[in-house]
């Protein structure tokens, strides 16, 4: 099973910018599309944005569209994720997962551990 290690979390004011990385153990263009679903203190872990095997299909949550972006570079076995305009409604731990291309996150087997993402208003 495919190991995910994210970094680049961190605290911040609002509007700033952040850009979360996560590294996987091997090659996952092939078997695995990517996600990033964000867990807030208190609520449920819920979608922020997927890519598919190629990368050239992405999808995002409603209320980040426009703001986030997330992108996988496969030849370095990474997937980022570009928070731009952070709002404090945007703290949370962000997970990596991969599995199919699903918003769903009783679709994904594979998690990474999380990193923490706070914004000061």
């Known amino acids: 099973q495919v190991q995910l290690v994210e970094s680049g979390g961190g605290l911040l004011q609002a509007g700033g910018s952040l850009r979360l990385s996560c590294a996987a153990s091997e090659r996952t263009e092939s078997m695995y599309a990517m996600a990033w679903f964000r867990q807030a203190p208190g609520k449920e872990r819920e979608f922020v944005a997927a890519?598919?095997?190629?990368?050239?299909?992405?999808t995002y949550e409603a209320s980040i569209e426009g703001r986030f972006t997330i992108s996988r570079h496969n030849a370095e076995n990474t997937v980022y994720l570009q928070m731009n305009n952070l709002k404090p409604e945007d703290t949370a731990v962000y997970y990596c997962?991969?599995?199919?291309?699903?918003?769903?996150?009783?679709?994904?087997?594979?998690w990474g551990q999380g990193t923490q993402v706070t914004v000061g208003s």
């Open positions: 997962a991969a599995g199919p291309l699903s918003p769903w996150v009783r679709h994904y087997a594979c």
């Open positions: 890519t598919s095997l190629s990368g050239e299909a992405t």
